[in-house]
């Protein structure tokens, strides 16, 4: 089915501009774009509104399948609520199912977006046996994750996501071993630093040198909660100078104040309130019998014990050091969308109009053309995606029609999953999937092999 979008105003990100332009869809793609006659069968007027490529959510955390038999999707449908046509899973060294059976669920239900996934190294280290989070690989046990990652190749997996606070028994050399078990050097590397905070920028260092020693990219994970506490500035530096010195380096980040993860983590051992110089009362606890209450140090103590899995909202980065990190050229914007069924961080549902609504509309401190690049273009050359990213003819037909004046995140820590106002329209694989604020045709996504490419540096957004 044919549809045309009219009077709408889309981004030429060659001129950093906005510019009214008329598109027609036919079978999935893009095939005209600019002042044309003729009515179709579907005619969307997007008047007053920018017509934008999906939104690229280089960081999310999918569902787990076997958990959720009945209610296959709900992270990915807040995803597409808020705008995203295409997310990538896997992240922080994590994945929720095998990627044989995650991928082969994707390809036979389609999904509510277009999906990608990382390899987990804490997955692999489960995988192998290893059950100590605080002991490193022995050698025999790094070959054997080598060849696990070799055998999810023909899956086409985006490369390796480490979650090294996760497991503290990580060392250096089995990440860089890791590496090895790739091909080529074009797949990439994520990862979710060592520590936060007074440990940023040692992080920081690690990584940018693990990509330096592997010849790798590396995708730096959610540097608003490693980095923002006092040490965005250096570490927005050190990412300059790896570039400068020929590194591929990026990150990502979510734009709130507040991180959330499993209370039974290592990112919760013993030191973790003094380096954020928070107290108890900085965490928020997400799920029965105690949604929504702040931590006392005995209810913290508690639940850690009884609830280890139990996601919790962690109060403690500046939101000024955020801002500052979405302002860098150097980095994307991903959601790192975390929910167990609906529970979670609200940023699984507000991330991207967030961004639009907060930060470039009320507060004034991103540009519009800036932001949108960091959600579209960027992570599409990122992830090596030709054809989505922009608006021109031949291109895939992922589409979010929105109002800049009202596009507004509702979701919040009480309401974790409020899908956000003023997104018209969502249209996937040149079909719409939500009109209005209503998810009208569900599974439109499919899964996207990773494409390797020759080695090459890629851009800063604002180059
Ligand atoms: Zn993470």
């Not at 500035?233 to 979510?254: F, H, P, Q, T, V």
Request: negative net charge; glycine residues 8%.
């Amino acid at each position: 089915m044919a549809i045309k979008i009219v009077n709408g105003q889309i981004p030429n990100f060659d001129k950093g501009t906005l510019e009214r332009a008329d598109i027609l869809i036919e079978a999935g793609k893009i095939v005209k774009v600019g002042s044309f006659e003729g009515d179709t069968d579907e005619m969307i007027d997007a008047k007053g509104r920018i017509v934008s490529p999906g939104f690229i959510d280089i960081h999310m955390h999918e569902e787990t399948f076997d958990a959720v038999s009945g209610v296959p999707y709900f992270a990915s449908v807040y995803e597409l609520m808020m705008g995203s046509t295409t997310c990538v899973a896997g992240n922080c060294g994590n994945n929720r199912q095998s990627i044989h059976s995650f991928v082969e669920h994707v390809k036979e239900h389609g999904a509510p977006v277009n999906y990608m996934t990382f390899l987990g190294h804490n997955y692999l280290r489960r995988a192998v046996g290893i059950e100590d989070r605080y002991r490193a690989a022995t050698t025999a046990e790094i070959e054997k994750m080598k060849a696990l990652i070799e055998a999810c190749i023909p899956y086409g997996i985006v490369g390796l996501s480490y979650g090294i606070e996760y497991s503290p028994g990580v060392d250096f050399d089995e990440m860089a071993e890791l590496a090895k078990g790739f091909p080529n050097k074009s797949y990439l590397l994520s990862a979710h630093f060592r520590q936060d905070a007074d440990g940023a920028v040692d992080s920081i260092e690690e990584l940018v040198r693990l990509s330096r020693v592997t010849g790798h990219p590396m995708q730096i994970s959610h540097i608003g909660s490693c980095s923002a506490y006092g040490h965005m500035k250096r570490s927005l530096e050190l990412m300059a100078e790896a570039r400068a010195e020929g590194l591929d380096i990026l990150a990502d980040c979510y734009p709130y104040d507040a991180f959330a993860t499993t209370i039974g983590s290592a990112v919760f051992d013993e030191g973790c309130f003094e380096r954020w110089q928070k107290g108890y009362e900085a965490i928020l606890l997400t799920e029965s019998p105690y949604a929504n209450q702040f931590c006392t140090k005995e209810l913290f103590e508690s639940v850690k014990q009884t609830h280890p899995n139990m996601i919790v909202a962690a109060f403690v980065m500046n939101e000024h050091e955020v801002i500052e990190a979405l302002k860098d050229p150097n980095v994307l914007v991903g959601s790192d969308s975390l929910y167990k069924l609906n529970q979670g961080h609200p940023r699984g549902a507000g991330t991207f109009p967030r961004v639009l609504g907060r930060y470039v509309r009320e507060l004034g401190a991103i540009p519009l053309m800036d932001a949108l690049r960091r959600m579209t273009v960027a992570p599409a050359k990122r992830l090596n995606l030709q054809f989505k990213g922009e608006i021109k003819a031949g291109y895939d037909a992922d589409l979010v029609i929105f109002d800049p004046e009202n596009i507004t995140d509702l979701a919040d820590f009480e309401h974790p999953t409020s899908p956000p106002a003023g997104i018209d329209y969502v249209i996937i694989n040149g079909e719409v999937a939500v009109e209005k604020g209503t998810l009208e045709r569900k599974n439109l996504g499919t899964y996207i092999p990773f494409e390797t490419s020759e080695e090459r540096v890629s851009e800063s957004i604002l180059d």
